[in-house]
């Protein structure tokens, strides 16, 4: 799933406002934080669209004709995802609904004629969310995944506040990966018909994620930071765009299974706790990753590497004891 346009689509409002946020950062202070850039004045009809149902912390808008019964159930579709969320990331979930979440679930037409968006699922601002209806109404299981999805993505911004986290050195890796264990751990405690084994499948990308992947992707970290995946050269951007999402989610799921030989069980919980650290004290992601872990950040690139390049040619050993099956 998509995440926030200015972290992730191509050349875009969002990506010349993050640009030129990120120019003036590093000329005026390299201490000073930059501001996130959520605010397009594309998001704020969405605000206004017809209301299909709503409760105390979530309401259901939409440009398509839906009922209220599925208004509702859209909603506590929503419920589940943030209660499985904060749970994980180990959040106060009274302090999180403080603020309650706008989803919009668009047509087609929409988002491709009004927010020039993908089909899929965004966040768009720190209290909304887009999921398209085509997902809507052909898998509901996929649907709630994806709110699961982006709503990760949301609980990560708010925590973030009005900073930029790429100038932190939360990449997108860490970002996507993020989500998706959300997502996919989501799936496995509320579709367990759908999983019996208790495993995911994995995807093609994990079967050609290779170690030379990780050594260029990890390079990449802090240039794409500033650069953004649509400045680099064709090639060099079809293959960030293609190992990030696997990358992601391999690499966390190796912290909370294999890192120092143990693992870390907690390990989502660790990284909502690094992410609230840097929001709080705006430090870097390496700084307070090695505080809440007590492994410097380099370590574990080295170890997951190592990891990738030993299991290249066996999936079932790369994935032992892990939520994935080949």
């Not at 808008?61 to 859209?74: N, R």
């Not at 969310?129 to 649907?143: G, N, S, W």
């Not at 084994?197 to 079967?207: N, P």
């Not at 951007?237 to 293609?242: C, D, F, M, T």
């Amino acid at each position: 799933m998509n995440a926030a346009k200015f972290l992730s689509s191509p050349v875009s409002y969002r990506d010349l406002f993050a640009l030129f946020a990120t120019v003036v950062a590093l000329t005026f202070s390299a201490s000073q934080p930059a501001l996130a850039e959520f605010g397009d004045p594309a998001n704020k009809p969405l605000y206004k669209l017809p209301t299909i149902f709503a409760d105390k912390n979530v309401r259901v808008v939409s440009d398509a004709k839906l009922s209220q019964a599925e208004g509702k159930w859209i909603v506590g579709v929503v419920e589940d995802a943030i209660d499985f969320d904060t749970k994980a990331m180990a959040l106060n979930k009274e302090d999180v609904l403080k603020k309650g979440f706008c989803v919009a679930i668009l047509s087609t037409p929409y988002l491709t004629k009004k927010l020039h968006s993908e089909l899929g699922g965004e966040t768009l601002e720190l209290d909304l969310i887009e999921v398209c209806q085509e997902t809507y109404e052909k898998d509901k299981e996929r649907f709630a995944v994806v709110v699961a999805h982006e709503m990760t993505h949301a609980l990560v911004y708010r925590m973030f506040g009005t900073l930029n986290p790429r100038l932190l050195g939360w990449s997108r890796p860490w970002d996507e990966g993020f989500a998706q264990t959300n997502e996919n751990r989501f799936a496995l405690a509320m579709h367990k018909k759908s999983y019996p084994a208790g495993h995911i499948k994995i995807r093609q990308g994990d079967r050609l994620l290779t170690a030379d992947d990780a050594v260029w992707l990890f390079k990449q970290e802090k240039l794409v930071a500033i650069k953004k995946g649509y400045e680099l050269n064709e090639k060099d951007q079809q293959r960030w765009a293609g190992v990030v999402y696997p990358l992601g989610r391999e690499l966390i799921e190796f912290i909370r299974v294999n890192l120092n030989g143990h693992g870390y069980p907690d390990a989502v919980a660790k990284i909502s706790q690094v992410v609230a650290e840097m929001g709080k004290s705006h430090r870097k992601f390496d700084v307070v990753f090695q505080e809440k872990f007590g492994i410097d950040y380099p370590s574990v690139q080295r170890q997951f590497i190592d990891h990738l390049r030993k299991t290249q040619n066996n999936m079932a050993l790369r994935f032992k004891n892990s939520i994935f099956t080949p």
